[in-house]
């Protein structure tokens, strides 16, 4: 298989004061295109600031990253928009849907803003919010869905641009045990029916049992499992 993520050498230190707080020492990673890569740590190892320096949300202090092409440490915030808009999906542990506007909204709101044409991006959110199982509530606002309900819409927004590589942040850590099997069925489905890439960041070792591969962020370095 292709590689698709390289993370070569990185590191994270954040100032406090006059002290530095090392959070990644030196990792480093490759993915393989189409592949489930699930790492895990405890709260504070670092892990969702290694996703977001890959997600290009962050800046690593040092080190190179690479995903689908994209020399994502050398990009000005112009060329990480579109990154962020093409090549990746994104799925945090928070729904973060816009609570004035409908599941379908909220899905095609992406798409829309890529450059799609309305009916296109529209088309498109009601085929993924079908395929997450909420065909009967593309036009309810997120406060009339539940937790689970709400998650799956952000799985479909995190689809709609139909993106190489999915980030997915501890995607079921603020649903109960029901809802988070239903999640986490949904999400490692749509991955692997649709050949996209997952990299999965959780402190739940049970999640590393589905995945292709599983490695633990310790000590600011990733490691086998």
């Known amino acids: 298989m292709n590689e698709i993520i390289r993370v070569d050498h990185v590191s994270k230190v954040f100032l406090t004061g006059s002290e530095q707080l090392r959070i990644l020492a030196d990792v480093q990673l490759s993915v393989s295109s189409g592949t ?9 190892s670092g892990k969702s600031t290694l996703l977001n320096i890959v997600g290009g949300l962050e800046a690593a202090t040092g080190g190179t990253v690479l995903v689908a092409g ?20 994104l799925v945090f542990q928070f729904h973060y849907l816009l609570k004035d506007f409908t599941a379908l909204e909220n899905v ?16 498109r959110a009601r085929e993924l919010l079908d395929a997450v199982g909420l065909a009967q509530r593309v036009e309810h606002y997120p406060s009339r869905l539940s937790g689970g309900e709400r998650q799956r819409v952000a799985l479909a927004r995190a689809l709609v641009n139909d993106p190489e590589v999915v980030l ?11 809802n988070s099997a239903i999640v986490e069925e949904i999400l490692f489905d749509l991955v692997r ?6 990299l999965l960041v959780t402190h739940d070792s049970a999640l590393g049992a589905r995945a292709d591969r ?4 310790e000590h600011g370095v990733l490691r086998p499992a």
């Open 36 to 44: 489930v890569v699930v790492i895990t740590g405890e709260s504070g």
């Open 70 to 89: 994209y020399r994502v440490h050398s990009l000005d915030e112009t060329e990480l928009s579109t990154y962020r808009a093409n090549s990746i999906g």
């Open 108 to 123: 095609m709101l992406p798409a829309f803003m890529a450059g799609r044409a309305r009916g296109e991006a529209m088309e």
């Open 168 to 178: 997915a942040d501890e995607p079921t850590g603020n649903l109960d045990e029901r």
């Open 193 to 198: 029916t649709r050949g996209k890439t997952l």
């Open 214 to 217: 599983q490695l633990v962020l």
